[in-house]
C-alpha cells in the first residue's frame, strides 16, 4: 500500500484467492484501486518488467529449494535500472525462538479470562494451546525454523 501511495502502480501477486479477495477490499477501503491490483498466479508466471519487487511472506513459502527460481524470477522481471533487495546476511534462531512460542502460551493461558471476553470458548483455547506447544516442540527440536534475512538494495541489472 506504501508504494501505491506514493504513486506507484502495484500488481500484486499470489496463489490464493481468499488472498486476493482480502487484498482488494484492502484496496477498495484506502481508495488505492486505481493504482493497485492483485491477481491469482504463481510467481513464475510473472513475465512483466518492473521497476521495482517486493516480496512478503513469500521467501517462506517458496522454499529452500525454490529459491534460486524464485530470485532469478526476481532478476529476469527487473526493467533496466530496476531495484530489488539482495540477501547480504541470514540469521537462525528457530530453537531461541521456542522460548518466545512458550511464553505467548503461558501469557495467553494465564490471561485467559481475558482473552475468553473478546468470545473465544475453551475449544479454541484448546486448540491454540496444542498449536503453541507442538509449535515449541518443532522450534526446540530444529524441526520449525525461523530465518531473518537482511536485504541491500540493488540497482538494475
Known amino acids: 500500500m506504501r508504494a ?3 504513486g506507484a502502480t502495484v500488481t500484486s501477486l499470489t496463489i490464493s484467492a481468499e488472498q486476493r ?4 477490499d484492502r484496496v477498495r477501503e484506502v481508495s488505492l484501486h486505481d493504482r493497485v491490483t492483485a491477481e491469482v498466479r504463481d510467481y513464475r508466471e510473472e513475465h512483466d518488467l518492473c521497476d521495482a519487487v517486493g516480496s512478503f511472506e513469500t521467501i517462506e513459502a517458496v522454499g529452500a529449494e525454490q529459491r ?3 530470485f532469478s524470477m526476481i532478476y529476469r522481471v527487473l526493467a533496466p535500472g530496476g531495484r530489488a533487495g539482495r540477501i ?3 540469521r537462525s534462531f528457530g530453537r531461541d525462538y521456542a522460548e518466545t512460542v512458550r511464553r505467548r502460551r503461558d501469557t495467553c493461558l494465564t490471561r485467559w479470562d481475558q482473552v475468553k471476553q473478546l ?3 475453551d475449544t479454541f483455547r484448546r486448540m ?3 498449536y503453541l506447544a507442538c509449535s515449541e516442540a518443532g522450534f526446540r527440536g530444529g524441526h520449525l525454523g525461523v530465518q531473518q534475512f537482511a536485504m541491500a538494495e540493488r540497482l538494475g541489472h
Open 4 to 6: 501505491a501511495e506514493r
Open 119 to 121: 468470545g473465544f470458548d
Open 68 to 70: 534460486p527460481e524464485y
Open 21 to 24: 479477495t482480502a487484498a482488494l
Open 88 to 90: 547480504v546476511e541470514t
Open 128 to 130: 491454540w494451546e496444542c
